[in-house]
């Protein structure tokens, strides 16, 4: 019964987290530059449009980024667990499941 409660127990701490960090993002609203917002609010829907665009194009190597790295790690993970066998000759290790030549 104790290894079923540990990932419960796990889980319930995350989600508490989680909901505090949701809880008090209230509170980064408030954190914008004023010169910045009257700037936007001044310049009309050009100024608007040009910031959307900018901030897009701020976002897209981010994520990029983390995205290639979670398929590399899952890619490195997924190999690694493969158990390693030895060879006939007895001097190579080959992954179980591949052909020796």
Known sequence: M???MRP???VLIHLIGWLMVLGAAHNLYAQSCAMCY??????GKSVIHALRGGIIVLLIPPVLLF???TILLFRWRASASRPLTLAANATTFVHSGDSVG
């Open 2 to 4: 104790r290894p079923v």
């Open 8 to 10: 419960i127990r796990r």
């Open 38 to 43: 009257t700037t936007v609010a001044g310049g």
């Open 67 to 69: 995205s290639a790295l």
